[in-house]
């Protein structure tokens, strides 16, 4: 029953930026929220995790760029994501570790070019 959907991607240029959303529904919205993503040719990566409460934990590539947070009264996490790169262009997935079983949104596409 947990549902996990993904909105936001786009094109943007350079040293542009987007926000990502991220709404899990089917669960009481109580565990850590993460974000990944995977280029073309690339293994999927670790990109931020987000909990309930405290501080998020990003990758060292997006460090100082991605701001993750969530709205626990609204089941979403959001990502935002400033000074864009052309090497952040990838499919950015949401992703919960819930009672034993991994939930996958589908997926939004960034694509940072000019």
């Known amino acids: 029953q947990v549902q996990v959907v993904e909105s936001g991607g786009g094109l943007v240029q350079p040293g542009g930026s987007l926000k990502l959303s991220c709404t899990v529904t089917?669960?009481?919205?109580?565990?850590?929220i993460n974000w990944y993503r995977q280029a073309p040719a690339k293994e999927r990566e670790f990109v931020a995790s987000?909990?309930?409460?405290?501080?998020?934990d990003y990758a060292d590539s997006v460090k100082g760029r991605f701001t993750a947070s969530r709205a626990n009264a609204e089941n979403t996490v959001y990502l935002q994501m400033d000074s864009l790169k052309p090497e952040d262009t990838a499919a950015y997935y949401c992703?919960?570790?819930?009672?034993?079983?991994?939930?996958w949104g589908q997926g939004t596409q960034v694509t940072v070019s000019s």
């Open positions: 089917g669960f009481s919205f109580s565990r850590d």
């Open positions: 987000v909990p309930v409460e405290g501080v998020p």
């Open positions: 992703y919960v570790f819930y009672r034993g079983y991994n939930y």
